[in-house]
């Protein structure tokens, strides 16, 4: 039976239900099966068509309600399909929607390369416990251990550099975005892209991307607003929360409750940076085992106001130095991403609640024109202990600015700053190592002005394990 004759008798089917029960339809969605309309879901044959002629057809019927398309348990195989207003689909436990892994299964515009893909769309999501793959480790050009080679499809002219390749996710220019209750894995690029939407919700998501690839970030917010994200598990290679302005300001958005682990930064505002970041709130988040812990790397000139960090578990490590970051808990930057253009500002972020341990210190570096202002960190306990082998004494400029750079490790290292607040913070050094390190401020007094400590203690483990035992004998 061809597509079209079956979009017509699903119609015609649906049409008979909303005659006959139109109170019942109201309080149920519409759903629709993708192998009703062909889908053969052994993962070897592309079942594209089938999974497109399904979301046309849900996309015909829905009216006030959601149209969900299916996918009981099975592997399906797919290209490029394309998301629409009022559906969602439904990725039943059991069942995988794997991306294709040849460049003819992507649109032509490299913008668009995307397993799934909604443009301009609304009242849109993805559900239903199941698993989107990308089959990112195909992408793999050479396996290595510190940082994979891979693939990059710029012979097209489409996409330059090393870093074309196709996303897992995007919601492009929609409204009205809701993922939840689904596995995301192996994407071989970024994983779930969020693009000028208004209103997204990403509740309960699991996203496990290869910790050696590179670009395999987790959720890329981009110049939208009104974002949620809350309970959700990240394991990746790359960035994992990644909020960017490349067209336009950023407003309101709230992240909780989530689990995180990479080999890059666990929280980052930028690079792409060259409009407003505002009024964000990161509240009960874990991050473990990772490159960086917060991180503001702002280098196109935007401005950033009015973020808060609280309730957050922080631990970092080194890795491989082709890695953007040296083992930060927090790192705020501004410096430009070219010595020509205008840095940007940070201003009024709260850190509160905080707890780090780490092998290496705080890195606030502002810039001349580009001021760090009204910094707070209150009510944190910080531990530093050196346990892997990689270098220190480096600071990371990267990307642009000055690079890589030698300069001695500190608690917290400062340039370029109007006003930091330190209140309730302990700062403790392990015994082994600490020697080399030991300084909690380092920073010039004629760029950093207006400081407040109350309550700041700094010691080693050693010497408190003593003062204890003498207190309890």
């Known amino acids: 039976m061809s597509p079209p004759l079956l979009i017509i008798i699903v119609l015609l089917n649906l049409l008979s239900v909303i005659h006959s029960r139109p109170a019942t339809l109201l309080q149920l969605p519409l759903s629709i099966t993708v192998t009703d309309f062909g889908a053969a879901g052994d993962g070897i044959h592309y079942d594209t068509a ?10 015909c019927s829905s009216t006030t309600k959601p149209c969900y398309v299916t996918f009981p348990p099975g592997k399906y195989l797919t290209a490029t399909v394309f998301l629409k207003s009022g559906v969602v689909l439904n990725v039943e436990e059991g ?14 515009e490299s913008f668009r390369w995307y397993v799934i893909l909604a443009e301009g769309a609304s009242n849109v999501g993805i559900t239903g416990g199941g698993v ?7 992408f793999v050009e050479r396996f290595v251990e510190s940082k994979n080679v891979m693939v990059s499809w710029n012979q097209t002219g489409a996409c330059a550099g090393d870093e074309c390749r196709p996303r897992l996710v995007g919601f492009v220019g929609c409204n009205n975005v809701t993922v939840w209750n689904v596995r995301l894995n192996q994407p071989a690029y970024w994983c779930l892209h969020i693009v000028q939407c208004e209103n997204t919700l990403i509740q309960d998501v699991s996203i496990y991307g290869d910790f050696n690839t590179p670009n395999n970030d987790g959720i890329d917010i981009e110049d939208s607003n ?11 290679g790359d960035d994992a929360i990644c909020p960017k302005t490349s067209n336009r300001p950023m407003y309101n958005l709230t992240a909780t409750d989530c689990w995180i682990k990479t080999k890059s930064s666990a929280i980052k505002l930028g690079s792409a940076s060259s409009f407003e970041f505002k ?26 106001n009015d973020i808060t ?9 080194y890795y491989d130095i082709s890695w953007w970051g040296r083992a930060e808990p927090i790192y705020v930057t501004t410096c430009s991403r070219h010595f020509n253009s205008r840095p940007g500002t940070i201003s009024n972020l709260l850190f509160t609640n905080i707890t780090i341990n780490s092998e290496n210190g705080m890195f606030l570096s502002g810039s001349k024109g580009g001021l760090l202002r009204n910094l707070r960190f209150i009510n944190m306990n910080v531990t530093y202990e050196r346990y892997t082998n990689y270098a220190g004494g480096l600071v990371d400029y990267r990307p642009g600015c000055w690079g890589l750079v030698n300069h001695s490790s500190a608690g917290i290292i400062m340039e370029h700053i109007e006003g930091l607040e330190v209140e ?11 020697a080399q390190w030991d300084t909690p401020f380092d920073f010039r007094p004629s760029t950093v002005n207006d400081i407040s400590l109350l309550n700041f203690h700094s010691d080693l483990y050693r010497r408190q394990w003593q003062d204890s035992e003498k207190a309890s004998g």
């Open 50 to 59: 089938a999974i497109q002629s399904a979301i046309d057809a849900c996309y």
């Open 309 to 317: 960090f609280s309730n957050i578990n922080i631990s970092t490590r």
């Open 279 to 304: 009024g964000f709130v990161f509240d009960n988040i874990t991050i473990v085992d990772s490159h960086r812990g917060l991180a503001l790397q702002i280098r196109d000139g935007g401005n950033v």
């Open 132 to 138: 989107v793959d990308g089959q990112g480790l195909k």
């Open 424 to 434: 309730n913070v302990n700062m403790r050094w392990s015994d082994e190592k600490a």
């Open 226 to 236: 009104n974002t949620v994200i809350t309970r959700c598990h990240i394991d990746t």
């Open 95 to 108: 069942a995988t929607i794997l991306g294709g892994t040849k460049l003819e299964d992507y649109p032509r």
